[in-house]
């Protein structure tokens, strides 16, 4: 254990900050479920060029081209979060679609895809799962059938957020309906303006369409989009699910989270008395606390493991399932510490935070289940984890 | 950046665990938890062979001159093993005395110490948990008196550090005149407690620092927390190997997810605990500005932690898990007792808000 860093390091910390000094009025976030504007789009490439952005892509495809190196991505990531400066796109197509590209994509798919996807002139919604291709995702019936060159896809998708702004899909289809259902699946590339997509916003319980249908009639699109070779999807997509997973639970999204709770309950009073001097209210604060702490020092502990690379095991594994849990708790303990005031939701004088808690708590439910259920974790951290052994499946019906 | 634990450590607390497999066996643990009069001097001998005793002493004594996170390392072992010796006071002693005693009084002391000839206690329940019962130490003329409660292994140690009520530690000698100790049975019986009783016992005071006190708190809680991590990974291994050989409806109940996932909950808030454990023993010595609070925190969260696994891993074993004979008990009881000592998590947790300056 030393927490230190090196003089080297100090360095390129000094760096970034000086960076961000001088570039506080260029700043602007590409983030939410818009297309980028411009000015984000001007301060993504300001990133790239500089090495703050696609940091560890290759130059030959639109990126930095630096050697991978954790320690500095993670001083990026606290440097740029204590400026308050926006970090680089952080989309579906960036975080699942590139590093799949990089892994398995061809030189041409590469050459064409990534630099405009990281310079967000590209934008992709993701095509996994289906209203009967859940949890039991390799179960999916999306299928497209050989035509000629070209693959005539039918069916329908669900959860794909972005898909109203998107210009690409990358999309699991099965094409090869004799294999095995793991073994039937291709990753297919292909535009959202081909005839016969249809994209019908999802509302949620936010009250917001955070995510969409999409139903595809007959959409041709050539088997040259397709990405790692056909009947390869489902290993193709487990490749990226893991970039997915580790997104999800992040311990420095956790911790701001946090902060803002505390400032929450020292500034905002009932009957004269600050929130947080209820001696119960602090007595969960505290909790929150302890678990804030826990999972950024396990976080610590895995990035250790990454760089020495060791295999994180079950530390690795614990992060969706407890880091969704907390963000989920830290903004239940907001809305109670708010009381009538926490669940005010539109615009008005007495609302807080832009009813951002009450939209966290929502919005978190759905993190619980998306990307792996909490229920499917817990298959994981157990049979992968402990080495238990899995359901035995039932006779088909 | 390096947030591991370095060879040595890993070494060094594995041949803890395999001295302790034989010295610390379960058979032995049942003797000693049978018998009052047993004091465990085979175990004591096993960890002193070890150079256990000496861990935080620094080598001019005769210790190993090692950090707390080592302690801690150590203190997690004991814990797998619900090894019956006296830990806490092997390590907050010689703190005190580094902390806050004379140079006198450590050369007069912590050789002893560090080769196991006298073991030691440390009475400071009522300082940091709270006087229950009217305990109390008053301090009148280098006497003490008044009561000590909840004092781990107080009842055997040669050396006393205690804490008077103005917050000032007191070094008493096991054999003065005017103290009397009584055994307070509790559930765990790997570890007994001693109630003090002083009648105007000569003490004297370690006035080094004034801030020892906290510290010596601190350094109690991050053992503590360790203690019931080592102990708490014993009971999910026993779940996890037991649901794995069980067999009912035709099949290993750990193949059911009602089952499993109630292993992989428990899994799951342990495995990011050891973090926590890790840290708060490098920032006793390394990082002394956030120990208390990551302190406090490693303490309230593990007895959280572990009530839930020594509730949960009996509950994989079925009726099992409630026998003596199965002996998941002692370590249920293990971190029973490691929750309530020095503190439950309410009123460290109240102290964590204060200590950050959240609450009054």
């Given at each position: 254990m030393d927490l230190r860093l090196s003089p080297d390091m100090e360095a390129f910390r000094d760096q970034v900050r000086g960076f961000l000094g001088q570039h506080k009025d260029r700043y602007a976030s590409g983030a939410g479920a818009e297309r980028p504007r411009e000015a984000a789009m001007e301060w993504q490439a300001l990133l790239i060029d500089n090495g703050?952005?696609?940091?560890?892509?290759p130059k030959a495809y639109?990126?930095?081209?630096?050697?991978?190196d954790i320690l500095k991505s993670r001083i990026i990531a606290e440097e740029f979060t204590a400026a308050g400066a926006p970090r680089g796109f952080a989309n579906q197509g960036i975080s699942m679609l590139v590093p799949t590209l990089l892994e398995v994509g061809s030189e041409e798919q590469k050459i064409r895809w990534i630099s405009p996807t990281l310079r967000g002139e590209t934008v992709w919604c993701q095509g996994y799962s289906e209203p009967g291709a859940g949890?039991?995702?390799?179960?999916?019936?999306t299928k497209g059938v050989e035509d000629g060159e070209d693959f005539l896809i039918s069916g329908q998708k669900i959860w794909t957020s972005t898909a109203a702004q998107a210009d690409m899909i990358f999309c699991l289809v099965r094409?090869?309906?004799?294999?095995?259902k793991h073994d039937g699946i291709s990753y297919i590339l292909f535009p959202m303006?081909?005839?016969?997509i249809e994209v019908r916003p999802l509302k949620t319980m936010t009250g917001s369409a955070e995510f969409n249908e999409v139903f595809f009639t007959d959409v041709r699109v050539p088997?040259?989009?397709?990405?790692?070779?056909?009947?390869?999807g489902w290993f193709v997509a487990n490749a990226t699910l893991k970039h997915e997973r580790g997104m999800l639970g992040d311990p420095n999204a956790t911790e701001a989270r946090f902060a803002a709770l505390i400032d929450l309950m020292k500034s905002e009073t009932v009957d004269g008395q600050r929130?947080?001097?209820n001696p119960v209210m602090a007595d969960r604060l505290m909790q929150l606390q302890a678990r804030v702490m826990t999972m950024k020092f396990n976080g610590l502990r895995t990035l250790t493991a990454s760089i020495t690379g060791e295999a994180a095991g079950l530390a690795g594994m614990v992060v969706k399932l407890q880091g969704c849990e907390l963000n989920h708790q830290i903004a239940a303990l907001a809305i109670d510490a708010l009381g009538?005031?926490?669940v005010l939701y539109e615009d008005?004088?007495?609302?807080?935070?832009?009813g951002g808690w009450q939209r966290n708590y929502m919005f978190d439910l759905g993190l619980i289940i998306g990307g792996g259920t909490a229920q499917i974790q817990k298959n994981i951290i157990s049979e992968r984890g402990l080495g238990m052994p899995r359901e035995p499946k039932l006779a088909v019906a | 950046m390096d947030f591991s634990l370095t060879d040595d450590q890993r070494m060094m607390q594995e041949s803890l665990s395999r001295t302790l497999a034989e010295a610390s066996s379960l058979d032995r643990v049942r003797k000693f938890a049978a018998?009052?009069?047993?004091?465990g001097a085979d175990v004591w001998a096993a960890l002193t062979d070890f150079g256990l005793p000496g861990i935080v002493i620094g080598e001019e004594y005769?210790?190993?001159?090692?950090t707390l996170l080592d302690a801690a390392l150590m203190a997690e072992a004991l814990g797998r093993a619900v090894t019956p010796v006296p830990y806490l006071g092997a390590v907050l002693a010689p703190l005190a005395l580094r902390l806050a005693g004379s140079v006198e009084q450590q050369a007069r002391w912590l050789p002893k110490l560090a080769s196991g000839q006298v073991t030691a206690a440390v009475a400071i329940s009522e300082a940091v948990a709270g006087a229950r019962d009217g305990a109390g130490l008053m301090a009148s003329d280098g006497k003490l008196s008044g009561k000590a409660l909840f004092?781990?292994?107080?009842?055997?140690?040669d050396l006393l550090i205690v804490a008077d009520t103005g917050g000032v530690l007191h070094l008493v000698d096991?054999?003065?005149?005017?103290l009397g100790r009584e055994i307070m049975t509790g559930?765990?019986?790997?570890r007994r407690m001693a109630e003090l009783t002083f009648d105007k016992v000569a003490a004297e005071p370690?006035?080094?620092?004034?801030?020892a006190l906290a510290r010596l708190r601190d350094a109690g809680w991050v053992l503590l927390a360790a203690d019931t991590l080592g102990a708490c990974d014993v009971m999910i291994e026993k779940a996890v190997a037991y649901a794995k050989e069980r067999k009912q409806f035709g099949r290993?109940?750990?193949?059911f997810q009602a089952v499993k996932h109630l292993c992989a909950e428990m899994a799951a808030e342990l495995e990011p605990c050891r973090s926590l454990v890790w840290y708060a023993g490098y920032a006793f010595d390394a990082a002394p500005q956030e120990s208390s609070l990551v302190a406090a925190h490693a303490k309230a969260h593990l007895s959280e932690v572990s009530r839930f696994i020594a509730r949960t891993a009996t509950e994989v074993h079925g009726?099992?898990?409630?026998?003596d004979l199965l002996g998941l008990h002692f370590w249920f009881k293990r971190v029973g007792l490691n929750r309530q000592l020095l503190g439950g998590p309410e009123r460290v947790r109240a102290l964590a808000a204060q200590m950050q300056g959240l609450t009054g």
């Open positions: 703050y952005a696609a940091r560890t892509i639109g990126g930095y081209g630096a050697e991978p949890s039991d995702l390799a179960n999916l019936q094409t090869e309906p004799q294999a095995p303006t081909t005839p016969g088997q040259s989009a397709v990405v790692g070779g056909r009947g390869r929130l947080i001097d009538e005031l926490g008005g004088p007495h609302l807080r935070a832009k | 018998d009052p009069a047993d004091r005769g210790g190993l001159g090692l004092v781990a292994d107080g009842h055997a140690a096991g054999t003065a005149n005017g559930i765990d019986l790997t370690l006035t080094g620092d004034a801030g290993v109940i750990g193949s009726g099992m898990g409630i026998t």
